[in-house]
């Protein structure tokens, strides 16, 4: 019998679980292509879809973005099972403004592909489009929490857009 781990080595089964996770906390991987599609339109003419799809792909494809997406919304979810301990309970159930963890955790997503990474992030960050916003609506009710949840998706969005930038100039 396989043990987890092994079962989870393979990138592609990991890709998949993420895939899953996000599926189960409301998001889809259409709705964080919506959010490339829209950061990428202004800038590149005849933008098509697949390309956006392709690259967030790719970025759902990277181990450390894997790790991220896994951790994050584990903290989500124990945080709505109120069995973090405190401090860090009511931090990250209340999405407290000065706790930030949620921002660093996703760091090396937004630099995936280089420094526009990170301004498409905080671009995401402050405006909160499409599926980013609801989630981010929803986590203000009680025994919802999406403090890391829309950072992942925000960082996976953000990588995306910059190698969509990166390779529409190639
Ligand atoms: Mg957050």
Known sequence: MKDVHETFMNGENLK???????HDRGCEVDDIIDIVFDLQ???????????????????LGKREVQYAILT???????????????PLQSLVNS???????DEIL??????????????????VDKVKPGIIGKLDLEGKQTGK???FLDDIIGAIAAAA?????HNSHD
Request: aromatic share 10%; charged share 25%; hydrophobic share 40%.
């Open 41 to 59: 339109k202004k800038y590149i003419p005849n933008l098509k879809r697949e390309v956006c799809w392709d690259a967030v792909d790719r970025v």
């Open 145 to 147: 929490c999406h403090t």
């Open 106 to 123: 996703v760091l090396s997503i937004c630099n995936l592909y280089g420094s526009i990474g990170l301004t498409n992030f905080g671009y």
């Open 16 to 22: 998949q679980k993420c895939i899953e996770m996000l």
């Open 95 to 101: 999405d407290n403004p000065l706790f930030g963890i």
């Open 72 to 86: 994050g919304i584990e903290l989500d979810y124990l945080a709505e099972e109120e069995k973090l301990r405190e």
């Open 161 to 165: 857009a910059s190698s969509v930038a």
